[in-house]
């Protein structure tokens, strides 16, 4: 495959993940929970829907598939990049204040998104 493909695929899916994640942050951060849990909570929605869409649609195919091994290999990205995210956004937090940690919760997901497209194509859905 070849990596405009996989950059297209993986952006799609990203910014549908990412509405998911962001919409449930915002939403339980404004209302029930402090930040860090609700963006773990977004995260952990989001990080649902993009790991069946990106196994299935992304980087299917070329000797990568979605099983046990490229799941054991997401969580531990995904854990990562979550708890560097989190620290993140509740450093903003408490340093800005609500409204800047949501308003740059955008700047750490495109990090984020970068940093899990490399590990991704190189090394989650791998099958060797």
């Known amino acids: ?26 939403a339980l951060s404004q209302w029930v929970l402090p930040v860090a ?6 995260r952990i929605s989001g990080a649902l ?3 069946w869409l990106n196994g299935k649609w992304t980087f299917s195919g070329d000797g990568r598939q979605l099983g046990r091994r490229a799941a054991r ?19 903003v937090d408490q340093q ?9 919760k955008p700047l750490f997901d495109v990090l984020s998104a970068g ?7 190189h090394w989650v859905y791998r099958t060797t």
Do not use: I
């Open 49 to 51: 829907l993009g790991f």
């Open 37 to 42: 849990p609700a963006n773990v909570a977004g």
């Open 115 to 121: 940093l899990g497209f490399v590990l991704s194509r």
């Open 73 to 91: 290999r997401f969580l531990v990205m995904w854990v990562a990049l979550t708890v560097l995210n989190t620290v993140a956004v509740d450093l």
């Open 1 to 26: 495959m070849s990596l405009r493909r996989h950059l297209g695929s993986y952006a799609a899916v990203g910014l549908l993940q990412w509405l998911v994640e962001y919409a449930v942050m915002l």
């Open 96 to 104: 800005a204040g609500l409204a800047a940690a949501q308003s740059l």
